[in-house]
């Protein structure tokens, strides 16, 4: 009769503090931040402070440095609209010479051309900021390096460039796949 008493009992116990384990992680939720961007973004360094850089702008980043020119980039990335969080804030007297560049998120690129949701988007080549779209079968090996992000809009229009929603940060994986 004590075994089955003591045994109750300790269910109880462990059914209670299970209980308050659950509804504490419930309601301790942690912060959310909540804004209109949708990306995280660093101020990076212009490689020429001169250089005229507008969100949606294609940039490639040699040694922590960006310009629109690099042809022969480490990475390439694009200028943040509106990002959520920005990280190396520089001084007030050298913020002319850096611009917000999305690390990772979803972005607004400038491509030119027609584009379909899913396609890759890499820089243009011609130095101006502006990208291409091209489908996964279409990719070349040297092309994965160039990878800025993954088009989740679509254009069929005529217009010179559209301004395409597209997921950066997340295809440092994709040739693998290949």
Not at 13 to 38: C, D, K
Not at 144 to 149: A, F, T
Request: charged fraction near 20%; hydrophobic fraction near 40%.
């Amino acid at each position: 009769c004590d075994d089955a008493v003591w045994s109750a009992i300790t269910h109880f116990t462990q059914g209670v503090q299970i209980s308050l384990v659950i509804g504490y992680n419930q309601l301790n939720r942690g912060t959310a931040f909540e804004s209109g961007g949708a990306d995280y973004a660093e101020w990076l360094k212009k490689y020429d402070e001169n250089e005229t850089l507008t969100y949606g702008d294609v940039v490639g980043v040699k040694s922590g440095e960006i310009s629109a020119r690099f042809s022969d980039a480490e990475k390439f990335m694009v200028i943040s609209q509106n990002p959520t969080v920005i990280g190396a804030m520089p001084l007030q007297d050298n913020l002319h010479r850096h611009k917000k560049v999305a690390f990772i998120g979803q972005v607004p690129v400038k491509v030119l051309g027609e584009v379909h949701k899913g396609e890759y988007i890499l820089p243009s080549g011609n130095g101006d900021g502006m990208a291409i779209a091209v489908h996964p079968d279409q990719m070349r090996i040297h092309d994965y390096k160039r990878i800025v992000g993954v088009a989740w809009d679509e254009y069929h229009g005529n217009e010179l460039f559209s301004l395409i929603n597209t997921a950066v940060g997340i295809n440092t994986n994709d040739l693998s796949n290949e």
